[in-house]
Nanobody
C-alpha cells in the first residue's frame, strides 16, 4: 500500500493548486480517503474527507467554499482542489486512508502561499 502526494508548490495569494494523491496496493474508491495539513508547531488539521459512496466533506470553516475533494477511481487518485489560496493555507498536505490492513499516509506535499 502506498500513497504519493504531488502538486504542491509556491503560489501567490489568490492562486490555485490541485493536489493529487496516487494510491497503489488497494482501490481507493472502496474506502474513506482524507486530506490533512500540518504546519510546523501546529496540530495536524483534518481538511477534507470523501467516503466510498462519494460523500465529500470539507471540515474547517476557513476553507469551505474554496477547497474541493474528489477522486478518480479509474486513476486510483485522490484530489484536493484549492482555490483563492491564503497565506494561512501554507502547510504540508497529506493524504491518508484507513483500510483493513491499517492506516496509511503519504509523505506529504508542501504548499506555500506567499507574495
Amino acid at each position: 500500500v502506498q500513497l504519493v502526494e504531488s502538486g504542491g508548490g509556491l503560489v501567490q495569494p489568490g492562486g490555485s493548486l490541485r493536489l493529487s494523491c496516487a494510491a497503489s496496493g488497494f482501490s481507493l474508491g472502496g474506502y474513506y480517503m482524507f486530506w490533512f495539513r500540518q504546519d510546523p508547531g501546529k496540530e495536524r488539521e483534518l481538511v477534507a474527507s470523501i467516503s466510498s459512496a462519494g460523500v465529500a466533506i470539507i471540515y474547517p470553516d476557513s476553507v469551505k467554499g474554496r477547497f474541493t475533494i474528489s477522486r478518480d477511481n479509474s486513476k486510483n487518485t485522490l484530489y484536493l482542489q484549492m482555490n483563492n489560496l491564503k497565506p494561512e493555507d501554507s502547510a504540508m498536505y497529506y493524504c491518508g486512508t484507513l483500510i483493513p490492513q491499517g492506516d496509511y499516509w503519504g509523505q506529504g506535499t508542501q504548499v506555500t502561499v506567499s507574495s
